[in-house]
């Protein structure tokens, strides 16, 4: 008769240790109201030892393990988990275990309990060993530097890119950029852009061991590469590289690269191009400087004021981003540069030429002077042409006009086609030929100008270079071409008679013209 009693007890002392509202409630009816324990034991059937317990507390203790649960299945086991968890930590991240195959392992070893239980204990190991990170503190004027990856859709088409953010710890202040890919010419672009945007030159810099820094690893030394050093040169900012697997010493920047991502590339940007949207990201960053973080005393832009006070002032000419080949045109007109092909005018084919690659263009430069410049292309063995530097070619071979492939795709006005048309009329084979030399007019003048030209020049039925030309003059040019005596008055005392025109028919009598 006593056991579902005793039971009842039990239930009832475990509720009031959980409902505050009790505990404050059987307090109140005790300490203060003055009632008599045992008339509270009989109304709540709580046993004696727990109201004493709660009259003597003034909220409910917890329940605390005086020591740990033994572990009789994993315990014997612990160790060996305890080095294969550490083990893990110098094999490749994809190579490491999982929890099923250290179930696997130990269970060969003689493991008889289940796979709850270890996952518990794989848990429990894991969050001991766990690193600490000591909180450190920035100066003004110093920055952190990496790159991250993300997706966009530009034109209808998702593409993965890199972008670079730079970060200043005192401020919080950041710049983000995206780039085609993570290389040379956008770790350098990035650097000279984010410079112009916060005004000045961070005075130290933190990176991770990109090899597009460094070249080799010796301890805490670092092999630098050439491209890096010209940009250290350039703008003297002391270099720091973080320890291998040490992301944490640059922390600021690595949380930058995420809440880049999170915040201006969520969801996927739909863009037009590159510069349209690194124009919005630039606006965010300013936008973003509005913000004050948890514990500072201002907003970063106000911050940010101390590490421009820091900052190294801007070189008086900026750093030139661009990678610098010597390289010699081929017999087809083209300059390869990073695996594509560039086209130059043909008459510095076979010629030594410097090919200079930037992240949106690449130039092509012969002493002093730009031969050709084409948009930077980021695939592999593609070709870039300008049909204008083949026209001087085609004119010496005008039977390969319509097989030309740097003309293949040449997006020309009507009028130019309205033209081949009338000059085969007129012509016959020689129309060609004269259609060749209009198109070379395209060398000197834009398409629009030699367009209106044609078009003129069809209106009239004039349909030769040297007169569609004419149309490409400037009015204004042909004004004070008249002969003005002006500045000559010793050319006043010259008389000009006229010509007496009866000569010409007397000359072509003469000579058995009539």
Not at 100 to 115: E, L, M, N, P, S
Not at 307 to 313: E, G, T
Not at 389 to 418: I, M, N, T
Request: proline share 6%.
């Amino acid at each position: 008769m006593c056991f579902p009693a005793a039971r009842k007890l039990k239930r009832g002392s475990e509720r009031v240790y959980r409902n505050m509202e009790q505990w404050n409630e059987i307090r109140q009816r005790v300490l203060v109201n003055g009632e008599s324990k045992r008339s509270v034991l009989r109304s709540t059937g709580m046993h004696w030892t727990t109201l004493e317990k709660i009259l003597s507390r003034s909220e409910p203790p917890g329940y605390q393990l005086k020591e740990p649960r033994p572990k009789p299945q994993t315990g014997p086991f612990l160790e060996q988990i305890r080095q294969i968890l550490k083990d893990d930590q110098q094999a490749p991240r994809k190579q490491r275990h999982t929890i099923w195959r250290i179930f696997q392992r130990i269970k060969a070893a003689g493991y008889k309990g289940g796979y709850t239980q270890l996952r518990q204990a794989v848990h429990e190991l894991q969050q001991v060993s766990r690193e600490v990170f000591m909180p450190l503190e920035h100066k003004p004027g110093e920055a952190q530097v990496d790159f991250g990856r993300a997706y966009v859709k530009r034109q209808g088409v998702l593409e993965e890119v890199a972008y670079m953010a730079l970060s200043l710890p005192y401020s919080n202040a950041m710049f983000a950029r995206i780039y085609e890919r993570e290389c040379t010419e956008s770790f350098w672009d990035g650097h000279v852009r984010a410079f112009e945007f916060f005004g000045g030159v961070p005075w130290r810099i933190s990176y991770d061991n990109t090899s597009i820094a460094v070249k080799e690893i010796a301890g805490r030394e670092r092999k630098l590469t050439n491209g890096f050093l010209r940009l250290q040169s350039h703008y003297l900012f002391k270099a720091h590289f973080c320890q291998p697997g040490r992301p944490n010493e640059k922390g600021v920047v690595e949380g930058a690269v995420g809440f880049a991502r999170r915040n201006f590339m969520v969801p996927v940007p739909e863009i037009s191009s590159y510069e349209e949207f690194n124009a919005q990201l630039l606006e965010q960053c300013r936008a973003d400087m509005e913000r004050t973080l948890r514990g500072r005393d201002g907003t970063k832009a106000e911050l940010l004021q101390a590490d421009q006070a820091a900052f190294r002032p801007l070189p008086a000419a900026p750093f030139e981003a661009c990678r610098k080949i010597s390289t010699a045109s081929n017999s087809l007109s083209l300059v390869r540069f990073d695996c594509n092909d560039y086209s130059v005018p043909v008459e510095y084919a076979h010629r030594t030429v410097v090919a200079k690659g930037f992240v949106d263009r690449v130039e092509i430069c012969r002493l002093t002077e730009t031969l050709a410049v084409h948009p930077r292309l980021w695939t592999k063995e593609d070709v870039s042409f300008d049909p204008r530097h083949y026209l001087a070619l085609l004119e010496r071979k005008p039977g390969a006009l319509d097989h030309a492939k740097p003309l293949s795709g040449w997006q020309l006005p009507e009028c130019f086609q309205v033209l081949r048309a009338r000059l085969g009329d007129e012509w016959g084979p020689e129309g060609k030929r004269e259609y060749i030399r209009v198109l070379r007019l395209l060398e000197k003048h834009a398409d629009e100008a030699v367009a209106q030209a044609i078009e003129k020049g069809l209106a009239v039925r004039a349909h030769t270079r040297d007169a569609i030309a004419q149309f490409l003059v400037p009015q204004e040019d042909w004004c004070g071409t008249t002969f003005k005596l002006d500045g000559h008055p010793h050319l006043r005392l010259v008389k000009v008679e006229t010509p007496n025109l009866f000569a010409y028919r007397d000359l072509r009598v003469v000579g058995g013209g009539l």
